[in-house]
């Protein structure tokens, strides 16, 4: 019944200066996320962005891996991308629902992420959600991920500065006052 469905499909959106993006694989399954690298690396080249990748044992090291190039590397963006398929055991869930929400966590943080961690049940519900002829779900993670990017440049542009600043220039310090030479004061 899900194809015969119709999506609204944003169009891919322009870059002014150059986006870079890093896109982290658990390749567990590697024909299926194999499929999906193309599709997000199809998606990033048609927006005109360059990419860097990554693989990591599996979709619970996905968001650390992410984690750790946005401390340590200057990326726009981060493409998530793997498979994880129901098993006999209660480990998918946890795969599942830990990766998603730290992958939230980061974005909620100002990383611009697009997940393409693939949550099935059969291996064939993952060909045809990562093929290119199919629904594409690599390319899609990059797709949103260039979104975000662009959003966050676009309201990035008219930066203002927020948080508390002091009313004064003089910083009280243990209850002695300190003015901007390093003086102290009573």
Known sequence: MAQAETH???????????????????????????ELVAGAKAGIAKAGGSFDLVEVPGALEIPTAIAIARRQADFDGFVALGCVIRGETTH?????????????????????IGN??????????????AEA????????????????IALSRRLGEGHKEIGFRPAREDIRIAGKASDSAGQNRA
Not at 8 to 34: E, G, N, S, W
Not at 96 to 108: F, Q
Not at 137 to 147: D, T, V
């Open 8 to 34: 609204h499909i944003l169009p891919l959106p322009a870059f002014d200066a150059p986006v870079r993006l890093l896109i982290v694989v658990a390749p567990y399954y590697k024909d299926i996320t194999d």
């Open 92 to 112: 998918y869930d946890t795969v599942c629902n830990d990766s998603s929400r730290a992958l939230t966590l980061l974005g909620l943080d100002g990383a611009c």
């Open 116 to 129: 393409g961690i693939l949550t099935v049940e059969t291996r064939e519900q993952a060909a045809v959600r």
């Open 133 to 148: 002829g199919g629904q594409n779900k690599g390319g899609g993670a990059a797709a949103a991920a260039l979104h975000l």
